[in-house]
T-cell receptor, first 113, second 117 residues
C-alpha cells in the first residue's frame, strides 16, 4: 500500500505558540485531508485539499497541498489547550478505488497552558 | 444531524473467540467504510461498501474477517476466530456521494475498542 510519512511524531508546545506538521508520500495524491482525533473518539475532518498548490484555512488552521502532489502541511496558529490531540494526514491516490484513504501515523500534540 | 453510531464501544474477548461490531451510518450516506486502527498508527481501510455492495475489500483478512451491509444501511463487521493482533479500534465511517471529490469527506464514528487476551 501507499506509505505516508508524517512528522513530527509528537510535539510539546506552550499555549500561544504556532505549530507546523507535514506529511510526505512516495506516490502522487489527488486529495489531501487533515483530521484530528481526540481520545476515545473517531477522527474529525479539519481541512480538505483538492488541487495542487491549494492553500486553505479553517479558523486558526491552514493547510496546503504541495505542488508535487506528494506532500502537504498543516499549520496551527496561536495554539490553545483544546488543540491537544492527534492530527492525521490522509490522502487519496490517483487511480485508487474511490474513497480509499491512506493515513499517516499521526502527530501527537500537547499544549501546555 | 446524528453522526455515525457504533456499538459496542468496548469489547474484551479471549483469542479464538468471535466478536461482532455494528455501525449505523449518517442517514442518507450511500458509502460505508470499516477501518482498523492499531495503537500508535493511523486508520487502515478494511472494507468499503456502496449501498449494499462491496467496492473494496482488498485489505480485509477474509479468512477471519467478514462484513455485510444488508439493505444498504446498517453494517456489521465480524471476526472469527480472533487473534491477539486483532486488538485495535475498529472505526466505521460514511460519506454521502460517490464519484466526486466530496466522497472524500468521510465522517467517522467513535469506534469500538477491541482487546483480545
Amino acid at each position: 500500500g501507499q506509505q505516508l510519512n508524517q512528522s513530527p511524531q509528537s510535539m510539546f508546545i506552550q499555549e500561544g505558540e504556532d505549530v507546523s506538521m507535514n506529511c510526505t508520500s512516495s506516490s502522487i495524491f489527488n486529495t489531501w485531508l487533515w483530521y484530528k482525533q481526540d481520545p476515545g473518539e473517531g477522527p474529525v475532518l479539519l481541512i480538505a485539499l483538492y488541487k495542487a498548490g491549494e492553500l486553505t484555512s479553517n479558523g486558526r488552521l491552514t493547510a496546503q497541498f504541495g505542488i508535487t502532489r506528494k506532500d502537504s502541511f498543516l499549520n496551527i496558529s496561536a495554539s490553545i489547550p483544546s488543540d491537544v490531540g492527534i492530527y492525521f494526514c490522509a490522502g487519496q491516490g490517483r487511480g485508487s478505488t474511490l474513497g480509499r484513504l491512506y493515513f499517516g501515523r499521526g502527530t501527537q500534540l500537547t499544549v501546555w497552558p | 444531524e446524528a453522526g455515525v453510531a457504533q456499538s459496542p464501544r468496548y469489547k474484551i474477548i479471549e483469542k479464538r473467540q468471535s466478536v461482532a461490531f455494528w455501525c449505523n451510518p449518517i442517514s442518507g450516506h450511500a458509502t460505508l467504510y470499516w477501518y482498523q486502527q492499531i495503537l500508535g498508527q493511523g486508520p487502515k481501510l478494511l472494507i468499503q461498501f456502496q449501498n449494499n455492495g462491496v467496492v473494496d475489500d482488498s485489505q480485509l483478512p477474509k479468512d477471519r474477517f467478514s462484513a455485510e451491509r444488508l439493505k444498504g444501511v446498517d453494517s456489521t463487521l465480524k471476526i472469527q476466530p480472533a487473534k491477539l493482533e486483532d486488538s485495535a479500534v475498529y472505526l466505521c465511517a460514511s460519506s454521502a456521494i460517490t464519484g466526486t471529490r466530496r466522497n472524500n469527506e468521510q465522517f467517522f464514528g467513535p469506534g469500538t475498542r477491541l482487546t483480545v487476551l
